[in-house]
């Protein structure tokens, strides 16, 4: 994955918190996200397909999770339950569908999403094609801290294959 | 009015329900893919239908090209992650009245609403 294409996603998580979440998220650094994804409380995850292949995946801690998804419906939540995972598994979505477009000029028919998928607790693995390379964002905001984490390779670039 | 809300995701609905209530529209049904929307607006009379591009059984699109090939006018916005242009346009060609790109600010959706509902009134 280069690292330049990291950047779209970030760009994205950022707008997200900003219309929707009415708050503000700042990147702590970009890093290789060595020892997989379940390093937070829940991850939410999207695939990418067609003329790119790859995952986007945003993992919280319970805390975060709840305010963020509390945030979007204007109440206070307190529990983790299926309106919780229902909410982050939108949010991952946006955050996918927003940065796939930032890439359209790359390719000549619109990335495909995967329908999300949210997985709570730490004691799963994630198994993707050899090579990929996830990297790892942190961020902090007023609703707590979480991971973005991107796997991102473009299959084609403006009809050639690479 | 009646509006329709069309997501896959409760939580959106709920968002959705939420800024349509900005805009007055308070009687609210919803449906969570494109197949339970075409079969809501085929048995009820509904004056906007607010319609998400992916979702299981039966996409957005799809449900929109339906609606318009069994004759029905109402007014459809889609509301989706889907940013490309290109997929703007294949809404558009497709019957959708206008687009709204998720993540959204709720100000933007009221806004939206009522333009469509004033072009059409304006028929």
């Known amino acids: ?162 | 009015m009646k509006a329709l809300v069309v997501d896959d995701s409760a939580v959106m609905r709920k968002v959705l329900i939420g800024a349509l209530a900005r805009a007055n529209i308070t009687d609210v049904a919803q449906a969570a893919d494109g197949k339970e929307a075409v079969e809501a607006v085929m048995n009820d009379e509904f004056g906007l239908v607010l319609m998400d591009w992916n979702m299981p059984n039966m996409l957005g699109i799809d449900a929109v090209r339906e609606i318009r090939a069994k004759g029905k006018t109402v007014p459809i916005i889609m509301v989706t992650t889907e940013a490309e242009k290109t997929r703007v346009i294949d809404a558009l060609k497709a019957g959708a009245n206008n687009y709204i790109i998720k993540p959204f600010e709720p100000a933007t959706i009221v806004t939206k609403i009522q333009d469509v509902l004033s072009k059409v009134s304006g028929q």
């Open chain 1, 1 to 162: 994955m280069k690292v330049e294409y990291i950047n779209p996603f970030i760009q994205s998580v950022c707008d997200l918190f900003d219309t929707m979440l009415s708050s503000k998220a700042t990147r702590c650094g970009v890093g290789l996200a060595n020892g997989g994804l379940n390093t937070r409380d829940i991850v939410a995850i999207i695939g990418l397909s067609g003329e790119a292949r790859g995952m986007v995946a945003l993992s919280f801690p319970t805390q975060t999770a709840l305010a963020m998804v509390g945030r979007m419906l204007g109440t206070e939540l307190h529990i983790v339950d299926e309106t919780v995972y229902d909410g982050l598994a939108e949010l991952v979505n946006m955050v996918a569908g927003s940065s796939k477009a930032k890439f359209a000029s790359f390719v000549s028919t619109p990335i495909e999403l995967s329908l999300p998928t949210v997985i709570r607790g730490s004691d799963f693995s994630v198994n993707h094609p050899s090579k990929a390379t996830w990297l790892d964002v942190p961020f902090t905001s007023d609703l707590g801290t979480f991971n973005l984490r991107v796997t991102f390779e473009l299959n084609r670039v403006k009809g050639v294959t690479v």
